[in-house]
């Protein structure tokens, strides 16, 4: 089996909200890179033995007394490092040189022109000027700035307002950029990154979706051998593909249990048992539970009862079902890149949590299985690509997301069955809709959430005294912030009258036009 982790890229952390933005475009490029936190153990990074190491954007001043540094022995591994923004600048300050903060911030598109022909920009360029200088587009965001190189290093690049706005250190192969490659309003930017990767850190592109998956079939044969293992299968994205893989890896051996908990989307559960059962041949066992589900939540209304509730029943449920199948030794999870940064920073202390997510994953330590989880190094974007190589629907995958605890979370208050059927209907017109009107890829998160308030309304001479539907649409990209999407108000006109006129118990329906911050995605 070929290493495709064989060369690779440490990123360090300084908490920029694009962190993640310069690991999966390193990863698009074809190169293996995992993110550290700033203050991880330096014994990590020796043993990672990384071939570069990028030191990434943050919020911090460099110039105050606390702020964040660079572990110092990314200067003694002898490695190219390439610093982002405050990344940049911490290292200028270390190596020497200093920073302050700029005459005037720049937010926003600038044009900076490249200096000194250096390995990491020669050739890349939008447009040369009359006296023959490289031009690029790129984004800053930046308050502080380096002032004064550190001994050895040169000026790679320069704008009017920020004079050193790259450094290179060309016998050490270190560069720092104030502006921001990883993002695609920098226009050039994946190929300073490709450069920087390929070039100077001399990986080869053996990350490829091809040889991840020949890779990952192999590692779960080796690991699960000829025993018997277990998946919750959701029909999500994450879990749906580690079933594919499972699949393929150890075909028959893999029993999988969807757990129907009434709280799904309309059809959702034939979809599923279709999609797996009959077209892929998969071993799934569906469990009906809808009225245990509907059960344990009858009588709590507070969101975050209701989502451990859910997570609780939701353990029972599967619990049963993997009692009645004899010498099971493994549980696959379909945790994922992303949750393992996140769970990394939840333990270091530096993410709040503000809902507790519940996912098909969290089952509790007593159950004595060994755990296989295979897209734990991956991000989102390839776990769809796998999952497309597999020959899982795309619809199925490029799926907006949906809540493990389901519409529990989307009917404020206490969930009723009688709630529920009228929030499916509602919510699959809204689909229907946007589907027949294409606007559903144009938002990447949409749904209806149930009001059980009640508002007087009138249709022919009758009065009607009925609940309320709300329908949510967002942008965003990393759904820890988002803006309403503005969708066109025939169309929301059209798919109101629709809700009203279809499903006899709404009387009224609103568009929610709350931002995130302070609001959030879901209603609870
Ligand atoms: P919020 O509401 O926190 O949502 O702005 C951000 C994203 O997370 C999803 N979400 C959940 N997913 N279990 C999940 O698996 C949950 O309890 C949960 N709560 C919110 C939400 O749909 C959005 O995509």
Same mark, same amino acid.
């Given at each position: 089996m070929t290493n495709i982790q064989q060369n690779k890229i440490l990123i360090i952390d300084f908490g920029s909200q694009y962190t993640q933005l310069i690991a999966r475009r390193v990863r698009e490029i074809g190169v293996y890179c995992e993110l550290v936190p700033y203050d991880v153990n330096p014994y990590f990074i020796e043993k990672f033995n990384p071939s570069g190491i990028i030191l990434s954007g943050g919020p911090d001043t460099v110039n105050q007394n606390d702020s964040a540094r660079a572990p110092n022995i990314v200067f003694d591994l002898k490695v190219p490092i390439l610093g982002i923004c405050y990344g940049m600048q911490t290292m200028a300050v270390q190596l020497g040189g200093e920073a302050k903060s700029s005459k005037k911030a720049e937010f926003g598109f600038a044009q900076i022109r490249a200096r000194n022909h250096s390995n990491l920009l020669t #050739?890349?360029? #939008?447009e040369i000027n009359s006296q023959g200088h490289g031009l690029l587009d790129v984004w800053m965001s930046h308050g502080i700035e380096v002032t004064k190189l550190p001994k050895d290093f040169e000026l790679i690049a320069s704008t009017d307002s920020c004079p050193i706005a790259g450094f290179a250190n060309s016998k050490k192969n270190y560069f720092g950029l104030q502006f921001h490659p990883e993002v695609t309003h920098t226009k050039k930017g994946i190929q300073i990154l490709e450069r920087f990767v390929t070039t100077i850190c001399q990986c080869g592109k053996s990350w490829t979706t091809k040889n991840i998956i020949d890779n990952l079939l192999e590692k779960i044969k080796s690991q699960v051998g000829d025993k018997k293992i277990l998946l919750g299968l959701s029909g999500g994205v994450d879990s749906s593909v580690v079933a594919m893989l499972l699949h393929q890896s150890i075909g028959d051996q893999l029993t999988c249990v969807f757990v129907d908990n009434g709280l799904l989307r309309l059809n959702e559960g034939d979809e599923v048992m279709k999609t797996f059962s009959q077209n892929l041949g998969v071993k799934v066992i569906r469990a009906d539970a809808q009225e245990y589900f509907y059960d344990q939540l009858s009588d709590e209304a507070d969101p975050e009862l209701k989502r451990k509730i859910i997570g609780g029943a939701f353990i029972e449920i599967f619990n049963q079902e993997a009692q009645k199948i004899k010498d099971i030794k493994f549980l696959a999870q379909g945790t994922i890149y992303p949750d393992v940064i996140e769970s990394a920073g939840a333990a270091s202390g530096k993410a709040k949590v503000i809902k507790s997510h519940h996912n098909v994953g969290g089952l509790p330590d007593n159950m004595q299985f060994e755990l296989v989880e295979? !897209?734990?190094? !991956?991000?989102k974007d390839e776990v769809r690509e796998i999952g497309v190589k597999l020959g899982l629907p795309k619809k199925m995958l490029y799926r907006h997301p949906f809540p493990g605890p389901g519409l529990g979370v989307r009917i404020l208050g206490q969930v009723k069955k009688e709630y529920t059927d009228i929030l499916r209907r509602a919510d699959h017109i809204f689909m229907e809709e946007l589907n027949n009107q294409g606007l559903y890829e144009k938002v990447d998160q949409a749904f209806a959430v149930f009001l059980p308030v009640k508002s007087v309304g009138v249709t022919g001479d009758e009065r009607r005294y009925d609940f309320v539907i709300a329908l949510r649409a967002v942008e965003t990209v990393d759904f820890m912030t988002a803006r309403w999407a503005r969708l066109p108000y025939d169309f929301l006109d059209h798919v109101s009258n629709r809700i009203m006129n279809e499903i006899s118990r709404v009387s009224r329906v609103v568009y929610d036009i709350s931002g995130k911050p302070p609001s959030t995605i879901e209603w609870e």
């Open positions: #050739d890349i360029s #939008d295979p !897209l734990k190094e !991956l991000f």
